[in-house]
């Protein structure tokens, strides 16, 4: 059960930020007839974060509530909860979302797209602890150019998604 209390208030926090960018993508307009939205994407992939982020609060609380006083090393994480740098990582995931959300109306897909998995995965390698040096920089501009690239093709031409 450690860290379970911790756990449970990082996907409440999570599926509250997955909301918000499901919310802000149904904003997103230019539904053509015959064609897919420019918001489905954001959308379901938020919606399915947060979908998956309350069934792990749902099966922590049932955790926390059926082991109550069994388990005595519960230890200090669960005592404390979210950490201050921890919120800040679920806080800043949700600001960077919710600007690439927005931004995708006036900047288009494939120029926010690049950007937002560029910056992301930058930060998911600091927030790992690893150090960011200038080869990780390339690859990460690589990978997200490449992977821009692969869903503008799935989206646009495969799927019809029309901006």
Not at 52 to 80: M, P, Q, S, T
């Amino acid at each position: 059960m450690l860290k379970t209390k911790q756990e449970l208030v990082f996907s409440g926090l999570l599926a509250l930020c997955a909301s918000i960018i499901c919310y802000f993508s149904f904003q997103i307009g230019g539904m053509a007839v015959g064609a897919v939205s420019p918001g489905a994407f954001p959308s379901v992939l938020a919606a399915l974060i947060a979908v998956l982020a309350l069934g792990n609060a749902l099966r922590c609380g049932r955790d926390i509530w059926r082991y109550k006083g069994i388990i005595a090393d519960a230890g200090k994480d669960d005592e404390v909860g979210m950490s201050a740098r921890g919120f800040f990582n679920v806080l800043a995931f949700a600001v960077v979302s919710i600007v690439y959300v927005i931004s995708l109306v006036s900047l288009g897909f494939v120029m926010t797209t690049a950007v937002y998995l560029f910056v992301m995965s930058l930060a998911t390698a600091r927030a790992a602890g690893r150090d960011i040096s200038l080869r990780s920089v390339v690859m990460a501009l690589v990978v997200s150019v490449l992977s821009t690239g692969g869903l503008y093709l799935v989206f646009v031409e495969l799927l019809n998604v029309r901006f």
